[in-house]
């Protein structure tokens, strides 16, 4: 069947540099920073108070541990693709080469969830600490979704449209289309004073770990209710949210936290030396994210009770549990909101890079209109693509609240770590003499147990969240059957080119 066409590697390398590509200028370190850059954020800063007052309590860092597992057994996945196929494209373009068009579509509209959306949920964090740090002088109307409102002395109050968040879409945007080189040197500035901000906040807030705070680890099931400032009450009683249920559940809300090591894949086309440097970004930008995660997460549970997280300050938690427990490092608390700012301007960077070159991709091989891979004459960056997307997402950004946004992106991140892993185990079957810069240790075991624990992160999402994802699927699905595949290139011509499997043969 033509929808399980698949592209050779050869097809695929064929034309990784021909004229008017885009250009190679991205060296290890700047692969690194990028990966960093996207990683360290919204996850870390708002993602853990969440995970901590809803399901893990001080047993946070467990979750972190164990979605790091996960991420650690799909990077090494990511970083044998990488090595073997330079192509800006990521998961859809390893999933193209291993299991067929119509998966490989699916994985591309999935990768929508994870950076679209993902940039969509930075951008309103990103309001959220702007006003904070402006004291609240933005209106409520105009900082919230229309689906978000508050009470305000006795009367309430809905919210218009997110703008500030549409501002940092802009300017990113706009950062984006002048070149990659250019982004790239603004995104490592920024991962440096972040990481150095967090740091910061780790040796200092040491100091004020409290052991009460850690005692027990993990939430009981018969914790107490706490009373949430809507009035609601919030139950631990739930398999979900205490023990070791606590911890997985926790794991499936911080996974959100790594986002971005994958991003570093869609830069492959850019890369200098992509064989060798792709897998150095991707696993490295894993583990310095990863100690960070749990030291950071340590220091936060130490410092403020899990339940304060339930009950105010949950979307600033760090400035939170400073001004609260730390008493006379005011400056530290405006500084970090400062670092936080930054830090969610290079995810969104990022997030807006990676969904434009899975974009570039798509278009290349025809699922999608020749306007994603239009590529601007001065700075060969696909800048129409770029456009759309900043509407696209702003669309997200404006109208729709974080939260919603927050679990479609973990979900849909998941379900391409799973294909991921899959498609290595496929591969290794298939052209087991191709030349492989890095492979994947202990294959089929790594994969498999990446498969398992992203699918089990997967079940442990709220329901109405992968019912979401499943009408999203469903939507992409429609798409591709009435427009992608009548228009696909490697379709319609399928029956006059070489075959994957002759090419495998020899």
Not at 379 to 393: E, G, Q
Request: with cysteine; charged share 10%.
């Amino acid at each position: 069947m033509k929808v399980f066409v698949k592209k050779s590697i050869e097809q695929l390398t064929s034309s990784v540099d021909a004229e008017g590509s885009l250009k190679r200028t991205l060296g290890a370190g700047n692969l690194i920073a990028l990966g960093i850059g996207a990683i360290i954020g919204a996850g870390l800063f708002v993602r853990t108070a969440a995970a901590a007052g809803e399901h893990a309590g001080p047993a946070v860092t467990l979750s972190f541990i164990v979605a790091a597992i996960g991420c650690a057994f799909a990077g090494l996945c990511y970083a044998e693709f990488a090595s073997i196929i330079p192509i800006a494209g990521s998961a859809y373009t390893y999933a193209y080469a291993t299991m067929g068009e119509i998966v490989a579509w699916v994985i591309g509209w999935a990768l929508i969830l994870e950076y679209a959306l993902g940039a969509a949920t930075v951008s309103i964090s990103w309001s959220e600490y702007v006003n904070k740090l402006l004291g609240g002088a933005i209106p409520y109307e105009w900082c919230h979704s229309p689906l978000e409102s508050v009470m305000v002395n006795g009367s309430s109050v809905h919210g218009i449209a997110n703008v500030p968040a549409l501002l940092i879409l802009l300017i990113l945007s706009l950062l984006l289309i002048k070149g990659t080189q250019e982004s790239a040197t603004v995104n490592g500035i920024i991962v440096f004073i972040k990481v150095a901000i967090v740091l910061v906040f780790i040796a200092i807030g040491w100091q004020y770990v409290n052991p009460v705070n850690h005692t027990p680890y993990m939430i009981p099931a018969n914790a107490p209710d706490v009373i949430l400032a809507s009035g609601k009450t919030y139950s631990y009683a739930p398999f979900f949210n205490h023990g070791w249920g606590g911890i997985v559940s926790g794991a499936g809300v911080v996974f959100f936290a790594f986002i971005g090591f994958d991003a570093v894949s869609t830069a492959a086309q850019e890369a200098k030396n992509p064989k060798r440097d792709m897998p150095i970004g991707i696993l490295g930008s894993l583990v310095v994210c990863t100690i960070l995660y749990i030291l950071f997460s340590w220091v936060l549970t130490g410092v403020a009770p899990y339940q304060d997280f339930m009950k105010s300050g949950k979307e600033a938690s760090v400035a939170y549990a400073i001004s609260t427990y730390m008493h006379g490092y005011a400056w530290l608390s405006t500084l970090v909101t400062v670092a936080i700012l930054a830090g969610f301007s290079s995810v969104i960077l990022v997030m807006l890079m990676g969904q434009s070159r899975v974009f570039y991709t798509m278009s290349i091989d025809g699922l999608l209109p020749k306007i994603f891979s239009d590529l601007h004459p001065k700075f060969r960056t696909p800048y129409k693509s770029n456009i759309i997307l900043f509407v696209f997402v702003g669309l997200f950004a404006a109208f729709i609240p974080g939260s919603v946004a927050g679990d479609l992106t973990s979900i849909g991140t998941l379900f391409a770590f799973i294909l991921v892993c899959v498609g290595v185990m496929l591969l290794r079957k298939t052209n087991p003499n191709l030349p492989r810069p890095f492979k994947t240790p202990l294959v089929p075991l790594v994969p498999i147990l990446g498969v398992i624990v992203c699918a089990g992160m997967i079940v442990s999402l709220p329901s109405e969240t992968q019912v979401s994802a499943l009408v999203w699927m469903v939507a992409g699905l429609v798409i591709y059957f009435g427009y992608s595949r009548k228009r696909s290139i490697l379709g319609n011509v399928s029956d006059i080119l070489p075959k994957a499997s002759d090419f495998e043969k020899q």
